[in-house]
């Protein structure tokens, strides 16, 4: 039961360089989120999805773009990295009730 | 900007004490939920307390909710090595049924 996988785990960018982030789900979800979390503080909210086809901005979406082509999906881009982007980014996923989270272990990513 | 704040950032206890954390938060809230997070790892959900509510339990957990004060608390009883992690709590407002707005966290440190 693998539940939400992020790919990678972890990855080393130079400033300028792009990359897209992976999240899978296996639970049937129709909401899909992606986070930040940088050192002592919470996580968040950058985009997220409330199905297939969708996406909207979250709380710090600047240097982000987002696509959610397959309900089991949620792919994040970073077109132009920055050092400020720096971060572990957590991906997660919901059910129309409840709204529980479920959690992908997390991607940490370093921009030098 | 963040909904919720622990309190306190930081807490260490002897193992077999109970630990109790803290959260405020701004606006009305259809629920709230809290989370741990090991190091390293993803967030795990916890427990989830709905406004029409003012208490739960699960297992050694006790969760608050006290919406004139707009503040949460955790009770962890007997507490374990284990229970070594960072806890969030995160709010659901009542106008979105889908997004949770985490809190900066408090970290537990259980000694043996």
């Known amino acids: ?112 | 900007s963040q909904q919720g704040e622990e309190d306190p950032q930081a807490l260490s206890i002897q193992e077999g004490e109970n630990a109790t954390m803290n959260c405020s938060y701004k606006t009305s809230i259809n629920n709230l939920q809290w989370y741990r997070q090991n190091s390293g790892r993803g967030l795990v959900h916890l427990i989830l307390i709905r406004s029409n509510e003012r208490e739960k339990h699960s297992g050694r957990l006790r969760v608050t909710l006290d919406t004139s004060k707009k503040s949460s608390s955790l009770l962890i009883t007997a507490s374990r090595a284990a229970d070594t992690a960072s806890y969030f709590c995160a709010t659901v407002r009542g106008d979105s049924s889908y997004k949770l707005i985490f809190g900066s966290g408090t970290r537990l440190l259980v000694r043996p």
């Open chain 1, 1 to 112: 039961n693998a539940g939400v996988t992020q790919t990678p785990k972890f990855r080393v960018l130079k400033t300028g360089q792009s990359m897209t982030l992976l999240c899978a789900q296996d639970m049937n979800h129709e909401y899909m989120y992606w986070y930040r979390q940088d050192p002592g503080m919470g996580l968040r909210l950058i985009h997220y999805s409330v199905g297939e086809g969708t996406t909207a901005k979250g709380e710090v979406p600047d240097g982000y773009n987002v696509s959610r082509l397959k309900k089991q999906n949620f792919l994040l881009g970073l077109e132009s990295a920055a050092p400020s982007q720096t971060s572990v980014y957590f991906c997660a996923s919901s059910s129309l009730e409840g709204n529980i989270q479920y959690f992908g272990a997390g991607t940490r990513l370093s921009v030098l």
